[in-house]
């Protein structure tokens, strides 16, 4: 970590009675910051604004957040900003506080190894053991609540595989484990719905949104990986990413994710 302020002050500590140490009530956004300016910035305002209104927490002004992120990332050519935001309140028990105001947490991180490799040359994947919980309520959020995440990676650790995916517990295709997936269909793009888990990724919107007469949101199941041309993966920090296998499956890097991997090129450059 190079940075990190506590609402707007240099620190790295919370109260042992943080609601979003003791119960994962709160939020965050991932931002991609290059020479001080966030990429896709209002789309991660207005995803994070959503999620606020969803479980009731006040969103702090966005002059004030993009300030703090600003802050954390000065003199830094390319870093990942990460945005946390968790109720306030120290008392004990679920109930939440009448104290309408929240503890903001904005730090800045190193930025990944081998991203341009990755993209290019793609990466192999396998099925994780663990299965996603179904839970409406909290469908397409990016709560605090990330055991599930930390348990299918640690079944990765030691072997060659460098991603996982994520079922629920219908066995319904969901997401990788820190990506959105699409699998590529001819021309066809299929992505997950993810209205009773997983997390609705800002870069998954905007590809929607850009092709969004080739794209389909459905129920996937995993037989249907077997059909797929290409699969790619995609966050705001990683971009597109190929996959190039599922356990026993293998994919080309073909043309419809390079073309994604072109549009979003142009969107960074502009």
Not at 18 to 30: C, S
Not at 110 to 123: F, I, M, S, T
Not at 132 to 143: D, E, R, S, T, V
């Amino acid at each position: 970590m190079y940075e990190c302020l506590v609402d707007g002050e240099i620190s790295r500590y919370v109260e042992t009675t943080n609601r979003g140490l003791n119960y994962g009530d709160g939020l965050f956004e991932t931002l991609s910051v290059m020479r001080g300016r966030p990429r896709r910035w209002q789309a991660h305002m207005d995803r994070l604004g959503a999620g606020c209104e969803r479980l009731g927490l006040p969103m702090p002004p966005q002059a004030i957040l993009l300030r703090d992120v600003q802050t954390v990332s000065a003199g830094l050519a390319a870093t990942v900003v990460k945005i946390v935001l968790v109720r306030s309140g120290n008392g004990r028990g679920y109930s939440p506080s009448k104290v309408s105001s929240c503890v903001r947490i904005v730090s800045a991180h190193a930025y990944p190894q081998g991203l341009a490799h990755n993209a290019e040359k793609g990466v192999n994947a396998r099925i994780c053991k663990l299965r996603l919980a179904i839970q409406p309520a909290l469908g397409g959020m990016k709560h605090l609540n990330r055991l599930e995440q930390v348990l299918a990676s640690s079944e990765s650790i030691g072997d060659d595989h460098t991603e996982g995916l994520l079922l629920d517990c219908e066995n319904h295709l969901v997401s990788a484990i820190s990506a959105n997936i699409f699998l590529v269909m001819g021309e066809l793009l299929l992505t997950p719905r993810l209205d009773q888990c997983g997390v609705r990724g800002v870069l998954r919107e905007q590809i929607l949104k850009a092709f969004g007469s080739r794209c389909e949101q459905r129920r996937i199941m995993v037989d249907m990986m077997t059909e797929a041309d290409e699969v790619f993966i995609c966050n705001s920090v990683r971009g597109v990413v190929p996959i190039v296998s599922i356990d026993d499956l293998e994919y080309p890097v073909g043309p419809v994710t390079r073309e994604i991997q072109s549009w979003l090129e142009k969107c960074e450059a502009s």
